[in-house]
Each structure stands twice: as C-alpha cells, then as structure tokens.
C-alpha cells in the first residue's frame, strides 16, 4: 500500500505558524509601562468580603475619575491563610503587583529587605501607628487599619451560666482575668465553649498575645534578641493559659472548634472589625476592653498597611493612589472596618457614624483607649520561620500534663540561633 | 589489408545524479518528528527547563523581597548535610510512605477480589469504592479535619462503640496514623479498580486446572492470582509510592506539619523552606533530593520486576 506523501513545505509551515501561536500564547501580558494609554494598577489584599471591596471599588472609581492616565484598578483577593506565601511568590515570579496589604507580622521583612517604595508621611498620623512601617526616619507603608483587640461576649450565655456580665463587673472593677476565667468555666460546664482565642486553634500561639500581654509577657525581647519565652512573665501567663484550658475548663481544648459568632461560646478575644459578623446574631453581646492581667490594664493592636512595591511596573501611580486612598475623607470611610491611624479621626463621633452597631462607650473604652496604650502584635524578620519553629516547640504544651516552664525553654533552645541572625 | 578497429566514441561523460534529498524515508522522519513535536515541547518546557532551573537555583541565594539572587556555590549542599530538620522529616516520609503503600496496595488488592465476585450489589461497592478518587482532596481533607476533631464524628462514632477516641491529629503518632488513613480512602479506589481489572484478564481454565489438581482458594489465590496481576502489582506500586512521597495538601490543612514536627514530610519541609521562609534556594536543593529519592526508589522497583514480575515469553 503507497502511503500518501507528505507535503513537507505545507506540514512545516503548519508547524510553524503552530509554534508561534504557542509562543504568542505562552508570553505574559504586554507591559503596559511603555506603553501608552492609561496604567492599570493593582493590589492585593487578604479580604474577600463584598462590603470591604466594594468600599475599595468605590474610592477607585472616584479616583479614576478624577485621573484619565489610570485605567483598571483591580484588588485581588487572596486568602489570609496563604496571603503572604501567595504574595511573595507572585513578586518571585515578576508578577509584582503595584500595592500590598502587608501584616503587621511581616512589616519587618518588607521594610527591611527594602521591597517597598518611601511614602510621604501625613502629619496626622499618631506617630504609634507608624512605628512598625519606618526605618531611618522613612515611612513604608500607612498604616490603614490599627485594630484593638477586644472582648466580645454572649451575655445571654454569661447570665444563664448564673454570672455577671463583663460590663457589670467593668462598672463594678472586677473585670479581671480570674473572673473573666471563672465566667468561662462556668459556661463551658453547660455545654458551650468559654473562651475563645480567635484564630489561635492551638497553632497560631501569637494569637496569645491577647492574653500574655496582660501578664507583662513579649515572646523576644524589644531588639528582637533576645527569647522571651523562658523569662518568668511568659512563664506564669503560659501556666495560667495551661490551667484555663486543661484545669479550670474556661476555654475549648484542642482539636475543640466552638465558634462564638453562631452562638457557641461565652466570649471571644478578637478584633472589632469582627463586629460585622454579629448583624444578624441571634443573642445579646457586648463588646468590652481585655480583662486586667496580673500586670495591670493592656491593649493588644492589631495593624495592617498598604505598601507600594518597589518593584512593581507605576511607582509613581501607585503612590499617588496610595495617597488618595488613605486622605482625611477615604480614611473616614475606611473607618466604618478599619479604625484609622489618625489623631483627628480617633474620636467616638467620627467612629460611631461607621460603626453602627457598636455604642460610643465602647468605641472609646476598646478603639480609642486601646489605640492610645496598646502594643502592636508581634513581628520579626524572618517571622515566618520564627512562627513555624515556635509553634512546634510549643505543641507538646497542649496536653494535661505538660510542664510549662520545661517546654517554654525548649522553645527558647529552638528559636536563639534565629533571634541571634 | 588491415582492419583498424575504429575506437568508439568515448561516451559523453555525465555528471553523477544527485539523489533527490527528501526522499520517502527522509520526509516520514520529518512528519514524525512534527508529530512528536508539541509533546517534546511540552517535556522540553515543563519538565527540562524546570529541573535545570531547579538546579540552578540550587546554587543560588535567591532574596525573594530584596530582589537579589548570589550564587553560593554548594553552600546549600552544604546546609543540606548539617540541617537538624532533614532528619526527622525524612522519618516523617517514610513512616508515611511505608504506612500508606502497604496499606494502600493491601486494601486495594482486598477490595478488588472481593468485588472481582459474581454477586449482587458489587457495582454499587466499586462505585463508592472509587468515588472519593474523583472528589477534590483539598475538599475532601477539610471534610476529614472535621471529622477528625477531638468532638468530631470520627470519635463520635467511637463513643456510641463505647471506646474513648483519641485527639486524632494533636498526638505525635495519631496525627500521622490520621493523615496515612485520609489519603488511603482517598486513592484505593484508584489501584483497586487497576486491579480489578487485571484479575478480569486472568484466564478462568487456569483456575479450573488448579482446582482439579486439589489447590486451596489461597494457593489459587497465591501461585495463580498474583503471578498472573504482578506487572500490576508493579505499576501500582510505583505510582503508590511516588505518590506517597509527594503528599502535601493533607499535611497543609490537616496538621501542618504538626503536632511538634511529626507530620513534616519532606515535601511539606521543602514548601515551608522555599515558600514560607523564603529560602528559595534551599528549597530547590530539597526538591533535588527528594528528586533523586524517587527515581531511586522507582530504578530500585523497576531493577526488582526481573525477580517477581511474572511475563509471558
């Protein structure tokens, strides 16, 4: 049988044409800095709730308006869990977008590696607020949300557990650790969870600062040197943790989900952006400051900036949105989910009118109070490997019988070679 | 009178014919290289550049936020060959590896014979068998976190038997156990439907014949059954194990590594180091061992069939 020939000129003009179509297909989108037309910027950032981003595609829409030479202004979303491991891949990979949200765990190794562009500081800002974004007198990120951590409480669950309310014992000035302990307990033993750490589920342990801060307790020294872990401050507030999980009972032991937003716990240590959660709660809550700790009255900060990357394709576009995004106006709005970093805009009628479900006292007592005293979470260079080792080290920790003061100086053992670095 | 024989005409001299360059033999060589063309492209683009690329950054320090890449000759290597870590993730993977490949071909090997049987309902248990091979394992691992929970359904369950479960994934051996029985209910499927059909393609006389000559079910079972299916046996235990030494997604949302470091498997190390911690070129110096683990382990599997594959010629 004669097989049929081949056209050969036909066949590799085919190929050809095939090829340069993959290869067309393969190559990224065009860079549009040289060329002209409007610049497309994007961010990204941790949040996918509709409420956050459609604020954000407002303020853009506004912006645009008012600047031709912008054209798409895109946030993407990526999951907290996975947001900065996503974030630097995509800068490893040269698809650097144009803004970030950065957490506050990882300020340092933004700032320092020097992967975000200077920024112009506005004199507003409460210059607490901005301390984990500079270095050598630049600003590198504005700090957009600074973010107390308080106490929400099912009060429903708390008076048919047979105890006061946090607020009555505020007003009464009881509303300390013990009794906040003794209040868990009390509701655990009906079934429901006490104490909640949000987001700590026995792995994130710097979710506890919530707690050890009261205590006196940093996990490093402030130079960043030095372990905490072993000083006799982290020692009694990890002791008491211990006891509250596995002696008193006041708070869901491992591997036990109870979820404070559907009802399932007596109090939450979180921060007030969670308040939108409750909209539809089915129960009366309150929303009150930290117990006092052994070390007396503490607030816990939580903060997150938006840095321009320096590496991204419109610096320059890209700061100038910055600065409109964040200006009086943009910040008020911002305000109604993010408690702004600025001295004008740190008063309860400001944040009353974007936080509606919360009361002025609380605004003041949590927000405004917290703002003015609190620490900011803990953050290092390097901090994910830090985050890794301490929480390994630390596992052996959650069991009834674990000794404390031993485990807390294995963590030590294991995180001073890279607090030395 | 003399005859001179006249000299004929020498013939015109001709230049030699060039034998034509596309020649049958030359063109099907072309279509066929032309055929392959996109597939060696395919190999060329994702499997030869990375591996290189891999290399390459193996010698590298690549500062991911700084944008700076040094090379660092084999300091890597080098960091390879004193990391505290490498050891207890290497027993890591192993354990798993080991735990899930018996358990896995085992199981596997079980189900099929007894759903290889003429009997009603066998359908039904080798699509129930198989599904979970179909659903998405990250879906499918979020949905054993929960049962799994210390009040999960898991222990549930064990409580209506009236045995006191344990908190599945916060102990150092349970946490492991869990994250080996997840991925064996999420893939037996696989082999056992290869294996299925294998034990469909064993001949029935030789059944027959060796129950005339007076075989046990389990010497049919041992010197016919598993001679006949072990080319099977071999294919499925290559894929099991390079599979099982590239677990990930488990490890990431069931323990993440944890309790203390022993669920770390190598891969799981080797994405914290590059991708966590941004040690981009440590990490291309683990994937390389991990690398050369499994073509080792596949060669050694490949080099064993001579011994135990059963063939034919």
């Given at each position: 049988m004669k097989l049929p020939t081949l056209n050969v000129a036909r066949l590799t003009a085919a190929a050809v044409a095939v090829s340069l179509l993959a290869l067309a297909g393969c190559g990224g989108g065009s860079d549009d800095a040289g060329a002209a037309g409007p610049v497309d910027l994007r961010m990204t950032i941790w949040s996918a709730n509709a409420k956050h981003t459609a604020l954000f595609d407002q303020i853009a829409a506004e912006y645009k308006s008012t600047h031709p030479d912008v054209g798409k202004i895109t946030f993407e979303s990526i999951p907290f869990e996975s947001y900065t491991t996503t974030l630097t891949t995509q800068i490893g990979g040269g698809n650097v977008p144009d803004l970030a949200w950065i957490l506050e765990s990882t300020a340092p190794d933004f700032v320092s590696s020097g992967a975000l562009a200077p920024i112009d500081r506005d004199p507003d800002l409460l210059p607490?607020?901005?301390?984990?974004?500079?270095?050598?007198?630049?600003?590198?990120?504005?700090?957009?949300?600074?973010?107390?951590?308080?106490?929400?409480?099912?009060?429903?669950?708390?008076?048919?557990?047979?105890?006061?309310?946090?607020?009555?014992?505020?007003?009464?000035?009881?509303?300390?650790?013990?009794?906040?302990?003794?209040?868990?307990?009390?509701?655990?033993?009906?079934?429901?969870?006490?104490?909640?750490?949000?987001?700590?589920?026995?792995?994130?342990?710097?979710?506890?600062?919530?707690?050890?801060?009261?205590?006196?307790?940093?996990?490093w020294s402030e130079d960043g040197k030095t372990c905490g872990f072993d000083q006799p401050e982290m020692v009694a507030a990890m002791t008491a943790i211990h006891q509250m999980v596995f002696t008193d009972q006041a708070m869901p032991g491992p591997g036990v989900t109870k979820d404070f937003f559907a009802g399932d716990a007596a109090m939450v240590l979180t921060q007030i952006s969670r308040a939108a959660l409750l909209e539809k709660a089915k129960f009366r809550w309150d929303l009150v400051p930290l117990p006092k700790g052994p070390a007396g009255e503490y607030s816990v900060v939580g903060q997150a900036g938006i840095g321009v990357l320096k590496r991204g394709k419109h610096v320059d576009a890209a700061k100038d949105f910055l600065a409109y995004f964040t200006n009086q106006e943009n910040s008020a709005k911002l305000a109604q989910f993010f408690p702004p970093p600025r001295k004008s805009q740190l008063t309860t009628a400001v944040l009353a009118k974007a936080n509606p479900l919360l009361k002025p006292a609380q605004l003041q007592s949590v927000v405004i109070d917290g703002i003015e005293r609190g620490d900011i979470k803990t953050s290092h260079v390097g901090y994910a490997e830090l985050q890794q080792t301490v929480r390994a080290a630390l596992d052996p920790l959650w069991k009834p019988d674990a000794d404390v003061p031993a485990v807390l100086a294995g963590v030590c053992a294991k995180i001073n070679p890279l607090l030395s670095k | 009178m003399t005859l001179v024989a006249e000299k004929p005409a020498p013939?015109?001299?001709?230049?030699?014919?060039?034998?034509?360059?596309?020649?049958?033999?030359?063109?099907?060589?072309?279509?066929?290289?032309?055929?392959?063309?996109?597939?060696?492209?395919?190999?060329?683009?994702?499997?030869?550049?990375?591996?290189?690329?891999?290399?390459?950054?193996?010698?590298?320090?690549?500062?991911?936020?700084?944008?700076?890449?040094?090379?660092?000759?084999?300091?890597?290597?080098?960091?390879?060959?004193?990391?505290?870590?490498?050891?207890?993730?290497?027993?890591?993977?192993?354990?798993?590896?080991?735990?899930?490949?018996?358990?896995?071909?085992?199981?596997?090997?079980?189900?099929?014979?007894?759903?290889?049987?003429?009997?009603?309902?066998?359908?039904?248990?080798?699509?129930?068998?198989?599904?979970?091979?179909?659903?998405?394992?990250?879906?499918?691992?979020?949905?054993?976190?929960?049962?799994?929970?210390?009040?999960?359904?898991?222990?549930?369950?064990?409580?209506?038997?009236?045995?006191?479960?344990?908190?599945?994934?916060?102990?150092?051996?349970?946490?492991?156990?869990?994250?080996?029985?997840?991925?064996?209910?999420?893939?037996?499927?696989?082999?056992?439907?290869?294996?299925?059909?294998?034990?469909?393609?064993?001949?029935?006389?030789?059944?027959?014949?060796?129950?005339?000559?007076?075989?046990?079910?389990?010497?049919?079972?041992?010197?016919?059954?598993?001679?006949?299916?072990?080319?099977?046996?071999?294919?499925?235990?290559?894929?099991?194990?390079?599979?099982?030494?590239?677990?990930?997604?488990?490890?990431?949302?069931?323990?993440?590594?944890?309790?203390?470091?022993?669920?770390?498997?190598?891969?799981?190390y080797l994405y914290q180091q590059a991708f966590q911690f941004h040690h981009f070129g440590y990490g291309a110096t683990i994937s390389l061992l991990l690398f050369i683990i499994v073509l080792a382990l596949t060669v050694l599997q490949w080099r064993m069939r001579k011994r135990w594959v059963f063939h034919e010629s």
């Open positions: 607490s607020t901005t301390k984990t974004w500079e270095q050598d007198g630049q600003l590198y990120a504005y700090p957009f949300s600074t973010s107390p951590l308080g106490v929400f409480v099912n009060t429903d669950l708390v008076t048919a557990a047979g105890r006061q309310t946090p607020a009555q014992q505020i007003a009464s000035g009881t509303w300390t650790w013990d009794q906040a302990v003794t209040t868990g307990a009390a509701v655990q033993k009906t079934g429901k969870g006490g104490i909640v750490v949000g987001d700590f589920d026995f792995k994130s342990w710097d979710a506890l600062n919530s707690i050890w801060a009261g205590w006196g307790a940093r996990p | 013939a015109p001299v001709r230049a030699p014919e060039r034998a034509p360059y596309w020649t049958m033999r030359r063109r099907d060589e072309l279509a066929g290289w032309l055929m392959v063309a996109p597939q060696l492209a395919g190999i060329v683009a994702f499997v030869v550049v990375p591996l290189g690329l891999v290399v390459w950054y193996s010698l590298h320090e690549w500062n991911v936020l700084a944008g700076t890449f040094d090379f660092v000759g084999g300091a890597n290597y080098e960091q390879l060959g004193s990391d505290p870590r490498l050891g207890p993730a290497l027993r890591a993977t192993g354990l798993f590896s080991i735990g899930l490949v018996v358990l896995n071909l085992s199981l596997a090997l079980f189900l099929a014979v007894l759903l290889n049987q003429k009997l009603r309902g066998t359908v039904v248990f080798r699509t129930l068998f198989f599904s979970p091979v179909v659903v998405t394992l990250v879906a499918w691992t979020i949905v054993w976190g929960f049962l799994l929970q210390d009040n999960g359904g898991v222990n549930g369950f064990l409580d209506l038997l009236g045995i006191d479960g344990p908190n599945w994934l916060r102990g150092d051996t349970t946490a492991m156990i869990a994250v080996i029985v997840v991925q064996l209910f999420k893939g037996v499927g696989l082999n056992m439907v290869l294996f299925l059909a294998a034990l469909q393609g064993v001949p029935a006389e030789l059944y027959e014949a060796a129950r005339i000559d007076g075989a046990s079910a389990w010497a049919r079972f041992r010197r016919v059954t598993v001679p006949l299916i072990s080319p099977t046996i071999l294919l499925t235990s290559i894929l099991t194990v390079v599979g099982s030494l590239q677990v990930f997604a488990q490890i990431a949302v069931l323990t993440q590594g944890g309790p203390g470091t022993s669920t770390t498997v190598l891969v799981y």
